[in-house]
């Protein structure tokens, strides 16, 4: 119980931050607060799985988040059909010509036993292949993109609601985790860490100069969403009345009719923001408190027990017959899979997708400063820690100013070092970021909420 | 008639010349200055992976770090009007830059890292810790000169103009030399002899390598681990900070592309096989020469080499050069998969 009291009072305490910015700065920086930390959970329970349920170091969360992404633009857009008519054919050839090259390739690895000559015929398909894709994508991408590029030059997507891209993020980060996990998971831990940080930077190079996909640099702007529009919002009767009954008391004291007025549509205005934040707040807590009931019972299952022996001790797992390969495999899998809906989670909140915005400091190295001050292997500590940091990572800057300002206060206002100071305040974040993590890993090497075995 | 006949030679021949002059300034020129800055960083990668034994991944920001302060003192330097003349005055600034920079990772080894080693903890924490001392790098880099791009180059800027080289020959294509170029490649391959020097010839780089291939029986037969791991940190910091200065006068300082050059250097050290800092060395211009051999356009090429009647349309370039950098990690990978230990054999993982 005394444990419990431990986890409790930790989210009661950042609740309480986060209305702290509420009645200090405002609640629309306060619920965007709220809802990024809600995504950067998501993040931080797929890192999670694979780093606290296995040990598997995965340091291409940027990448899945930007798939993620992806399928949230390629599900939620319209299709543009003269992109489709100039160039479509050829690119669904394209596809099965990259399923017949895998499965051929595929093939000869079955088939023939490791020598020269396999890899021979290997270099070969995949040579002929390349040259064929070149050949029939060439012209066909050079049309797509010539289809008014200011608004689109691209295929576009299904036109489904964004809602859908959810699951269909998973499923692509997922199959690009089965693809890399098939690939580096046989290396150990550093060599795995530093093949997945490569990997994810030649993702983000792919979705960023194929603009016949994803527009590339060119962005995708304007985004469906799941929630109402403030335009539409603030000129809906039931939410003027709503936000007229939320603020009576503000409204009474004001006698001039005109002066209310003005006063109830500075309120409606900001209101909508508020409503539409809180929206977006309640889907992403479905998503987080989902994720965390399937992870807690997975961690607390026979399956669970199985990872935490593979993590502890792999070859004793091994001898007792559990295929560590595989499991490791499907971990990874999973794991990436939770970062996919996090990225698609990201975009559908931003209403864009910027493919030029995907940076390792940001979307793999903070995500594990995360799971590693929550505490790795304890799913509400994962969370805990995207709480935690992301909020840091936001407020840095107010904090940091105030620092300064503490600390110079002997000096003048106009004196060079403090200006200079002062001009570099969003960078402390990084500072305050790496010195949070050494401590952490120095005097609480298992995170603020370390992970806790039932025995049963 | 001696003349002429000489002069048809020259002809005939000019255009297999001007196809390779061709290739030496786009490719080959350029990739040997970026190889050598990636070789210095892959060195000191490698060299940390084998005798601290963990994936460093502050290095591209101690580089960064090591240039900031050769730019400082660059900008210093200036201020008192002191120069080398037809040299950047930076080369001046690197010596007193390699001493700030071997303070900084030492106190940095003594704060943080000695801890985890006396604990012998497992290789991937070190690495996590590694990335707190990453973050707080580049604060401090971005809190002192900020996160924009910086020219500290000084002196004079080309060793061999193109015009005077096509003046000089009489050829259709140009070749550049930029004395950022030249320097680059006499200062590495200075750095990079007295290292190999030391690491082969000298006992305590004898003693470094002995710690390198087995650590119990190097300790049982005397060696300071103190030492060694001293000597390691000075000399990454050292390569850290020339390599860093050298790619700086090459392009320009810019706080965020010292931190992705990360990437091509960790390419370059496993590729070399991590833990053998000769295969780093090497590693380093396998990286850049594929990056740029792979994304350059052979159009102009084939067309000086081809008759006129199968001339070329396309670019003929293999991949665009958006994909440099995806080209080294691909590398990576394919030799990842087929020779994990390395193209040159490092420590066997």
Redesign the interface.
């Known amino acids: 119980m005394r444990e419990n009291l431990n986890v409790i009072a930790a989210y009661v305490i950042m609740l309480g931050l986060i209305i702290l910015v509420g009645f200090l700065q405002s609640w629309s920086i306060a619920l965007s607060i709220l809802c990024f930390c809600l995504i950067s959970a998501v993040m931080t329970m797929g890192a999670n799985i694979q780093w606290g349920y296995a040990g598997l170091i995965n340091f291409g969360i940027m990448g899945y988040t930007a798939l993620g992404g992806l399928a949230a633009v390629l599900v939620s857009v319209p299709p543009v059909r003269e992109a489709w008519q100039v160039g479509g054919l050829n690119m669904i050839l394209c596809a099965f010509l990259i399923a017949l090259m895998v499965f051929s390739i595929r093939f000869i690895i079955k088939k023939y036993n490791k020598s020269n000559k396999r890899n021979y015929g290997i270099a070969l398909v995949i040579i002929t292949g390349l040259v064929l894709l070149r050949l029939i994508s060439g012209p066909a991408i050079e049309s797509i993109e010539a289809v008014s590029p200011a608004t689109t030059g691209f295929l576009g997507g299904m036109g489904l609601p964004i809602l859908f891209s959810w699951i269909v993020g998973a499923f692509f980060a997922g199959a690009l985790a089965y693809v890399i996990g098939k690939i580096a998971l046989g290396l150990r831990a550093d060599y795995l860490a530093i093949a997945t940080l490569l990997i994810s930077e030649i993702v983000i190079a792919v979705i960023k100069h194929e603009d016949w996909l994803s527009r590339g640099v060119k962005n995708v702007i304007g985004l469906k969403r799941p929630v109402p529009y403030e335009i539409d919002l603030q000129t809906k009767e039931w939410f003027i009345n709503l936000v007229a009954k939320f603020n009576q008391g503000t409204l009474n004291l004001i006698t001039d009719a005109l002066a209310k007025e003005q006063m109830l549509k500075q309120l409606v205005i900001e209101g909508s923001t508020v409503f539409v934040k809180l929206c977006f707040a309640g889907l992403f807590s479905i998503v987080v408190v989902i994720l965390l009931i399937i992870t807690q019972k997975a961690l607390y299952s026979p399956w669970g027990r199985m990872m935490r022996a593979i993590r502890d001790n792999e070859e004793a797992a091994n001898a007792m017959g559990k295929n560590v390969v595989k499991q490791h495999l499907l971990i990874f899998v999973l794991g990436s899979a939770i970062v996919g809906i996090a990225g698609a989670m990201m975009v559908t909140y931003d209403g864009l997708f910027t493919p030029g915005s995907y940076r390792p400091m940001r979307y793999t190295f903070l995500i594990w400063v995360m799971v590693i001050v929550g505490g790795s292997g304890n799913n509400f500590g994962a969370i805990l820690g995207g709480f935690a940091v992301w909020f840091l990572w936001i407020e840095a800057a107010p904090i940091a100013l105030f620092l300064i300002n503490f600390f110079t206060s002997g000096f003048e206002e106009t004196n060079a070092f403090r200006v200079h100071l002062i001009n570099s305040i969003p960078y402390f974040r990084y500072l305050m970021m790496g010195i949070g993590l050494l401590l952490i890993m120095r005097y609480r090497p298992k995170g603020i909420l370390p992970e806790k075995i039932k025995h049963i | 008639m001696i003349l002429k006949l000489e002069g048809h030679f020259w002809v005939g021949n000019m255009d297999i010349i001007n196809a390779i002059v061709l290739l030496l300034n786009y490719i080959f020129v350029p990739a040997l200055s970026y190889g050598s800055q990636l070789a210095l960083g892959a060195i000191f990668v490698s060299l940390i992976y084998g005798i601290l034994r963990?994936?460093y991944f502050t290095a591209g920001d101690l580089m960064s770090f090591g240039t900031m302060f050769t730019i400082l003192f660059t900008w210093y330097f200036q201020s008192l009007g002191i120069s080398l003349g037809i040299f950047p005055t930076a080369l001046l600034a690197i010596p007193f830059a390699i001493i700030i920079t071997t303070f900084y990772v030492l106190l940095k080894d003594k704060l943080?890292f000695s801890?985890y080693r006396t604990k012998k903890s497992?290789?991937?924490?070190l690495?996590?810790?590694s990335?707190?001392?990453?973050?707080?790098?580049?604060?401090?880099v971005?809190?002192i000169i900020?996160?924009f791009d910086r020219r500290f180059f000084d002196g004079e800027k080309f060793i061999l103009k193109a015009n005077e080289f096509k003046e000089m020959t009489g050829l259709n294509e140009g070749l550049t030399i930029k004395s950022t170029q030249v320097t680059t490649l006499l200062v590495t391959i200075i750095v990079v002899s007295i290292l190999f020097w030391f690491l082969n010839k000298t006992k305590t780089g004898k003693s470094m390598r002995a710690y390198s291939d087995n650590e119990d029986l190097a300790l049982l037969s005397g060696i300071d681990p103190k030492k060694v791991v001293m000597i390691t940190w000075v000399i990454a910091a050292i390569l850290a900070t020339v390599g860093g200065a050298l790619y700086g006068l090459d392009k320009s300082f810019k706080p965020f592309t010292y931190?992705n050059n990360m990437?091509p250097i960790?390419?370059a050290a496993?590729v070399g096989g991590i833990g053998n800092p000769f295969g780093a060395f090497l590693g380093g211009y396998v990286i850049a020469f594929s990056e740029i051999l792979v994304t350059y356009a052979y159009r102009k090429f084939f067309i000086y080499l081809l008759p006129e009647s199968i001339e070329p349309d396309g670019l003929l370039q293999l991949l665009?050069t958006?994909?440099k950098?995806?080209v080294s990690?691909?590398i990576?990978?394919v030799v990842?998969?087929f020779r994990?230990s390395g193209i040159f054999k490092g420590k066997v993982?």
Do not use: C, K
Not at chain 2, 122 to 125: A, E, G, L, R
């Open positions: 963990f994936a943080v801890y497992p290789p991937v924490q690495a996590m810790v990335i707190g001392t990453m973050f707080v790098t580049q604060a401090i971005r809190i900020g996160p931190f990437l960790f390419a496993i665009s958006d994909y950098f995806a990690f691909s990576l990978v990842l998969l994990p993982l």
